[in-house]
């Protein structure tokens, strides 16, 4: 494969993105042979003055310039792209790689389809999210893509090795890549780019054609200035863009003449008052999108992920009866496995196709570092992603730190992936991880070798350089599934053999996926040791991801305090290491049925119908624990509406997630007058059936769990919770709110 400095780049159209893309390539490596093509010789001349290209071709001798071409970046806009495809597959060598840069994918990539297979498979469509109102060579600049995103829609048919090469050519010119279907990409930008443009041009022309004295120009300032910027744009390359995007273009704008058709209708015919409310609450909610769209695309250096203390949620229910909670809900996707999924469909060989992905922060940040890492990933598009794996040795250097938000799982996971590789690399997160140990992995995979350095405390971030493992044998302290798969993953890459022990049985999800990813392993009989052999590959595969059971207790536990309640939960992974919420409702006298059983990728999956039953307060197995580590939160509102004492002991794993989940919880259940006591490793709770808890704040500490378990309190509250820092629901449960209403809860959501 031609490695990306020894390639010759033809860059065919020498205007503004074709030229910063020649400017910024040699500013990077000067020894970058850049050649280009143009038809026009100002453009030509301009590129030769600059010393920005080596060899320069009229369009007439465009085979002449392919011929010397490794890689080809078509930088023409959209309908000229189409129809200069043929020519390229014609007089390109059968190695060179071809992409192109236009802003309409949809008809490129028809033009593309019909071209031969052994050229398609080498045309990677791409799309860079950069530009200016001005064009030209002259407006060029060679740090036009640093930060700026670069879309690529990958052909079903490309070759590892094309992307590869286009994600090598933005890499190094800064940018950073995403991938979409054909048909996302064509919708999104012309909502986002395509309609600010023709609205641009239209209020211009508006304008002008109302101008009748002088004095609308005369008096226009900012505001006109600001808002028709874009009708500076280059007109032909605009007209050429919406004819090849007319179709999602001319839905967008409906939409957007019906919202001001009814501004319209609003300003004619509503009262004032209301008029003013109504404006108001539209522009309020629009300059916070505005502005925090601004905070996270333009301006770096802001703390965007501050634990989420701008989320309140405020919980109450208004009727005056008790509250029902009935209805059949599907909740998102599992955690544990879509950040499995992206991880092992990225070192595979071949295209992982996952469906029922849960887009929550923490599985998207996962999908970032791997798209630092180099790899292709297509979506998430409605639960679907497709991930075009490298291979178990073909990730590449990240640039950067690799963010893991919230997610202990992705950092404990990647570390010991990312011990293994032959580059260094450093994992950070937000405030709740940085406070989260790592030792638990650093320690362990030290003695496989690696090279991995922690802060104080064995706290994030985590450095890692690059080492050679060898497997070891290893006893888990703690039945810690994050500790295990970190080890596994390590152990692909190492020398000989890795074996762990667990203490006590805790979630297999790594050990299922490496199975359905076709990689040889050995587990025993009553699962509590598990070891592989490094070396070997992983094949691609398809992944349908449950459910989360984790997600789905927040609901379970809601029908479980409410009288006359009935609830069915739909595709719920029911994995033996994930039930012990069911294993523990149950034994504190909940009905829940478990329908149709089947199993779905090798991940056993159910229907989950609970009805109402009163319920009594148990002492929790220890031995469940592992099994309903994330679902504690939510099974002590259950313990407050039980008849009798709930005792947890052994638990002390819970005093290090997301937040001190014991101190955290003992807290809120005080609060709202709940009898507790807290101990080191668990708690006890006096539930009362026919008490209502106290209407009071409640700090959620940034824990989306917290916050969620006390949501669901508020359906026995006397008056509303209103609970603080509750942004990072979104790390795990996006629409909890929405299905929350679904199934009768009443939430309101406010942005302090
Ligand atoms: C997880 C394992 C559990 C769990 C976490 C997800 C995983 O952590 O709490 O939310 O995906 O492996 P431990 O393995 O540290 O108990």
Excluded at 166 to 175: E, P, R, S
Excluded at 394 to 420: D, E, F, I, Q, V
Excluded at 614 to 625: A, D, F, K, N, R
Aim: charged letters at 20%.
């Amino acid at each position: 494969m031609t490695k990306f400095e020894d390639a010759r780049v033809l860059i065919v159209g020498l205007g503004l993105i074709g030229g910063s893309i020649a400017r910024g390539l040699k500013r990077k490596n000067p020894k970058q042979t850049i050649i280009a093509c143009d038809c026009d010789s100002g453009q030509i001349a301009a590129a030769l003055e600059s010393k920005d290209v080596d060899q320069v071709f009229g369009i007439d001798d465009l085979p002449k310039a392919c011929a010397e071409a490794d890689l080809v970046v078509v930088a023409l806009p959209p309908q000229a792209t189409a129809t200069i495809l043929p020519s390229l597959e014609s007089s390109c060598n059968e190695r060179a790689i071809i992409t192109d840069v236009a802003s309409v994918k949809g008809n490129v990539v028809e033009s593309a389809k019909k071209l031969p297979v052994e050229f398609s498979a080498r045309f990677v469509p791409g799309h860079p999210i950069a530009g200016s109102e001005k064009s030209g060579y002259l407006a060029s600049k060679g740090d036009l893509f640093e930060g700026r995103n670069i879309i690529l829609t990958p052909l079903d048919n490309n070759s590892p090795e094309a992307l590869q090469l286009v994600t090598a050519m933005w890499t190094i010119l800064g940018a950073n890549m995403l991938a979409m279907s054909v048909q996302r990409h064509d919708e999104v930008l012309a909502a986002t780019s395509h309609l600010p443009h023709l609205l641009a041009y239209s209020i211009v022309d508006v304008l002008a054609k109302q101008e009748k004295s002088g004095d609308i120009f005369r008096y226009a300032a900012g505001g006109f200035a600001d808002f028709s910027r874009l009708a500076s744009s280059d007109a032909r390359m605009w007209s050429d863009i919406f004819v090849a995007n007319r179709v999602a273009s001319a839905e967008v704008l409906g939409a957007m003449i019906t919202a001001l058709q009814a501004l319209k209708t609003a300003l004619e015919t509503s009262p004032d008052t209301r008029l003013g409310t109504d404006l108001h609450a539209l522009f309020s909610d629009a300059k916070r999108t505005r502005e925090a769209f601004i905070n996270t695309h333009f301006n770096p250096t802001a703390n965007t992920h501050m634990n989420g203390k701008s989320v309140v949620f405020i919980a109450g229910q208004s009727g005056a009866n008790l509250p029902q909670v009935k209805g059949r809900v599907r909740v998102p996707g599992d955690k544990s496995i879509s950040h499995r999924a992206i991880i092992f469909g990225a070192i595979a060989e071949g295209r992982t196709e996952v469906s029922g992905f849960l887009e929550g922060e923490d599985a998207l940040n996962t999908v970032a570092a791997f798209r630092e890492l180099g790899v292709t990933i297509v979506g998430p598009e409605n639960g679907k992603l497709s991930i075009i794996g490298v291979g178990r040795d073909g990730l590449c250097a990240p640039r950067k730190p690799l963010y893991m938000g919230n997610s202990g799982t992705a950092m404990r996971l990647l570390s010991g992936l990312l011990a293994a590789q032959q580059f260094d690399s450093e994992l950070s997160g937000d405030e709740s991880l940085t406070k989260r140990p790592m030792a638990r992995v650093v320690e362990p995979l030290r003695l496989m070798g690696a090279s991995i350095d922690a802060q104080a405390g064995g706290r994030p971030p985590l450095q890692i350089a690059p080492a050679k493992l060898h497997g070891i044998h290893y006893a888990m302290p703690m039945a810690s599934a994050q500790v295990k798969s970190c080890l596994l993953l390590a152990g692909l890459y190492a020398d000989g053999v890795t074996e762990i022990s667990e203490p006590g049985i805790c979630r297999d999800h790594t050990e299922r996926m490496l199975e359905g990813f076709g990689y040889p392993l050995t587990r025993s009989a009553d699962g509590s040791t598990v070891s592989l052999e490094g070396g070997h590959a992983l094949k691609a595969t398809t992944i349908d991801v449950p459910s989360d059971i984790s997600s789905a207790t927040f609901f379970l536990v809601a029908a479980a305090i409410c009288p006359g309640s009935d609830v069915v939960l739909e595709h719920v992974g029911i994995n033996p290491t994930r039930t012990g919420v069911i294993n523990i409702l149950k034994l504190m006298g909940a009905d829940i049925s478990i329908l149709n059983p089947r199993s779905v990728g090798g991940e056993p999956v159910a229907e989950l119908w609970i009805k109402y039953a009163p319920l009594h307060g148990v002492t929790i197995p220890e031995s469940q624990i592992p099994l309903a580590i994330d679902e504690f939160p939510a099974l002590f509102i259950a313990s407050a509406v039980a008849q009798g004492e709930t005792v947890l002991r052994g638990a002390e794993e819970l005093r290090v997630k997301e937040s001190d989940r014991l101190a955290a919880m003992a807290a809120g259940l005080e609060r709202i007058g709940v009898d507790c006591e807290m101990f080191t490793d668990g708690i006890r709770i006096s539930g009362d059936p026919e008490a209502r808890f106290a209407a009071a704040e409640i700090d959620s500490q940034g824990d989306h769990r917290i916050a969620m378990a006390f949501a669901i309190a508020s359906l026995k509250a006397a008056g509303e919770l209103r609970i603080l820092n509750c942004a990072n629901v979104a790390t795990s449960f996006p629409n909890f709110v929405e299905l929350s209403s679904k199934l009768g809860l009443e939430i309101r959501v406010e942005h302090a």
